[in-house]
């Protein structure tokens, strides 16, 4: 386990570096800058790519983003004066992580119910109405889920608000928009193992020795159909936390993800670079939390 770790921590800083790199060379290679507006003279504009090291070569501009990169520092960014990148993202980032936390639950939970009960109803109405809403969640993106549903029912029958998350009733349309295309791709997952486990030996030796079918089903055969769920964990971490980008923006949600858009239309290169490094980590952690738990649900797994 030690030298995986070791091996796996060497591989997510070399991804790290790719990414830091990669995203602060195309970031400069956009024409223009944070600073270049109608309303500042050039003179103006001058002193404030000097003050902000603008001025020097791009690959000095690197190797100096680096050198603070590794200490830590994300920098200061350019359009919220007073505010460095890791203040932003530490009073930004919990409000995205409440929303995440709660969409990956959600999807988690009802995507599992609604394979098995798809499974179990296999070619009944049950199983037809759940691949139906299966194909349409993986078909239709987020953006567009969430914007019918405000639709629906916060314009047209105002039973349920869509503005921040200051309730929990506030969390229910984003939830449901964010966690709507995984449900639907853990139900298929899930109804296509289970209707393997269903037929295996195991499980019909545990109906004739008389256990009820629930215990049969979720006792028995979901043990051994949920690793390929674990194994969407990690893929389902980066879908949230992309998808929660517009969908904050959608509901108004004052979290990274909203704040992170904003960054690129104000071209604040710090901002910019700050928030894709951090969700870059996030998810290369979410897959290493993934595969230790692939040893815990199954031993006879082994990390290597």
Same mark, same amino acid.
């Not at 800058?33 to 020097?56: A, D, S, V």
């Not at 969640?137 to 629906?152: D, R, W």
């Given at each position: 386990m030690t030298k995986f770790l070791i091996k796996r921590?060497?591989?997510?800083?070399?991804t790290l570096f790719i990414v830091a790199t990669v995203t602060f060379f195309l970031m400069n290679m956009i024409p223009?800058?944070?600073?270049?507006?109608?309303?500042?003279?050039?003179?103006?504009?001058?002193?404030?790519?000097?003050?902000?090291?603008?001025?020097?070569?791009?690959f000095q501009?690197?190797?100096?983003?680096?050198?603070?990169?590794?200490?830590?520092?994300?920098?200061?960014?350019?359009?919220?004066?007073?505010?460095?990148?890791?203040?932003?993202i530490a009073m930004k980032f919990p409000v995205s992580a409440k929303l995440g936390a709660v969409t990956m639950l959600w999807g988690l939970f009802s995507g599992i119910l609604l394979g098995v009960a798809a499974a179990v109803n296999h070619n009944k109405f049950i199983d037809r109405v759940a691949m139906?809403?299966?194909?349409?969640?993986?078909?239709?993106?987020?953006?567009?889920?969430?914007?019918?549903?405000?639709?629906?029912? /916060?314009?047209?029958l105002g039973i349920l608000p869509y503005s921040s998350l200051s309730t929990p009733l506030h969390y229910i349309l984003p939830v449901i928009a964010l966690s709507f295309q995984p449900m639907s791709y853990i139900a298929r997952l899930m109804r296509s193992n289970m209707l393997d486990a269903i037929d295996q030996d195991y499980i019909k030796t545990a109906r004739a020795k008389g256990l009820s079918r629930f215990k049969t089903i979720f006792k028995h055969a979901l043990r051994n159909t949920i690793i390929p769920i674990i194994t969407?964990?990690?893929?389902?971490?980066? /879908?949230?936390?992309?998808?929660?980008?517009?969908?904050?923006?959608?509901?108004?949600?004052?979290?990274?993800?909203?704040y992170f858009v904003e960054s690129i239309g104000n071209r604040d290169y710090p901002m910019?670079?700050?928030t894709t490094i951090f969700f870059a980590a996030l998810i290369i952690v979410a897959n290493l939390i993934v595969d230790i738990l692939y040893h815990i649900i199954d031993p006879r797994i082994k990390v290597e």
């Open positions: 921590i060497l591989s997510a800083l070399l223009g800058g944070p600073f270049q507006n109608e309303k500042i003279t050039e003179k103006m504009l001058k002193i404030i790519n000097e003050k902000y090291g603008l001025n020097k070569p791009l501009q690197y190797l100096s983003y680096m050198g603070r990169l590794a200490r830590g520092d994300l920098g200061i960014s350019y359009k919220r004066q007073g505010f460095t990148v890791n203040e932003i139906f809403l299966c194909t349409l969640g993986i078909a239709v993106p987020s953006f567009v889920v969430g914007t019918s549903l405000i639709y629906l029912f /916060a314009i047209n969407y964990l990690g893929p389902m971490t980066a /879908a949230v936390l992309t998808g929660g980008f517009v969908t904050e923006r959608i509901f108004d949600i004052k979290g990274l993800g909203s910019i670079m700050g």
